[in-house]
């Protein structure tokens, strides 16, 4: 099982606002990033650092963190939102890579 | 642009060595800025980091592989590998190589496209 831990799935309506967060003891110490993953596809980094975006990412995606919590923010849900979502950080060590168990996302 | 496309039997038997190997370009993997990572996912699972080795040839394997995990550098063709020995069904999966660079934490910020390894005889 996974040290970070996120919700299994969620859903939203098209153009409201949803929260995915991911929970772990690291996060107290070290950021979380946030990853998207369609079906078939690699995933791509949508989030990092207190709240950043790289470059091509709409500005609908924000992140936040609090305490031993990761929140990844949509703003808007687009229908092309609608993949799973990965947080990564460190394990409770700080020695090694860890991923969430994942959260698919529905956009209703 | 930064690439990565890994390469490798799609098909490896129980009990032997699943190997793969990552081909970067528009980066060099003996760069100082990144180092380079494995990551694998199950069909219909999540994503489970396997190991990543820096420029120097340094690597921090996931505890639950490390007895038959190996992640090494070929600087001469800008390549890295994954030599993953005595094999299961449980480690069929879509393996994904990808650069991480560190900013506050481990970001996986360019990936390969994956390849899908099957254990079966």
């Known amino acids: 099982s996974s040290e970070l831990t996120q919700d299994p799935a969620v859903s939203v309506a098209l153009g409201q606002t949803v929260r995915i967060t991911c929970q772990g003891d690291s996060l107290r110490s070290y950021y979380a990033s946030w990853y998207q993953q369609k079906p078939g596809q690699a995933p791509v980094l949508v989030i990092y650092?207190?709240?950043n975006r790289p470059s091509g990412i709409p500005d609908r995606f924000s992140g936040s963190s609090s305490g031993n919590t990761a929140s990844l923010t949509i703003t808007g849900a687009q229908a092309e939102d609608e993949a799973d979502y990965y947080c990564?950080?460190?394990?409770?060590?700080?020695?090694?890579?860890?991923f969430g168990g994942g959260t698919k996302l529905t956009v209703l | 642009q930064v690439q990565l496309q890994e390469s490798g039997p799609g098909l490896v038997k129980p009990s032997e060595t699943l190997s793969l190997t990552c081909t970067v370009s528009g980066d060099s993997v003996s760069s100082g800025n990144s180092y380079w990572s494995w990551i694998r996912q199950p069909p219909g699972k999540g994503l489970e980091w396997i190991g990543y080795i820096y420029n120097s040839g340094r690597t921090n394997y996931n505890p639950s592989l490390k007895s038959r995990l190996t992640v090494s550098l070929d600087t001469s063709k800008n390549q890295f590998s994954l030599k993953l020995n005595s094999v299961t069904a449980a480690d069929t999966a879509v393996y994904y190589c990808?650069?991480?660079?560190?900013?506050?934490?481990?970001?996986?910020?360019?990936w390969g496209q994956g390849t899908l390894v099957t254990v079966s005889s």
């Open positions: 990564n950080s460190r394990d409770s060590s700080g020695m090694h890579v860890s």
């Open positions: 990808a650069r991480i660079v560190y900013k506050g934490n481990d970001l996986f910020d360019y």
């Open positions: 650092g207190k709240d």
